[in-house]
Nanobody
Framework: VQLLESGGGLVQAGDSLRLSCAVS????????VGWFRQAPGEERLFVSA????????YYRDSVRGRFTISRDIANNTVFLQMNNLKPEDTAIYYC???????????????????WGQGTPVTVSS
């Protein structure tokens, strides 16, 4: 199983970015997916997640209303649309996949079995 993130970059506060996570080796329609981020010197934090059937999503408080998780089953890709970015959103963003089928979303990193290499997001003020 491989996850490949893309779409990160350097933007100004208030701008938008759309992160993509291309998944191979698993059909995402059966598995929960999540996005996490890690700022320098800090622990990896939950950002957003979607359960296996795409009908339930969850966000950390600081991004709710600004970020949207979605997926394209045909292309086996997960997205994170990030609007109104703030300097505190600066981090490396990782997508992750749960290995158990028909799983609900979870905010804990230990729940996820497969991880991408991350894509950096830098928001300047």
């Amino acid at each position: 199983v491989q996850l490949l993130e893309s779409g990160g970059g350097l933007v100004q506060a208030g701008d938008s970015l759309r992160l993509s996570c291309a998944v191979s080796g698993r059909t995402i329609s059966y598995y929960a997916v999540g996005w996490f981020r890690q700022a320098p010197g800090e622990e990896r934090l939950f950002v957003s997640a979607m359960n296996w059937n795409g009908r339930a999503t969850y966000y950390r408080d600081s991004v709710r209303g600004r970020f949207t998780i979605s997926r394209d089953i045909a292309n086996n890709t997960v997205f994170l649309q990030m609007n109104n970015l703030k300097p505190e959103d600066t981090a490396i963003y990782y997508c992750a996949l749960v290995s158990r089928r028909f799983s609900n979303f979870d905010t804990k990193t230990d729940t996820y079995d497969f991880w991408g290499q991350g894509t950096p997001v830098t928001v300047s003020s």
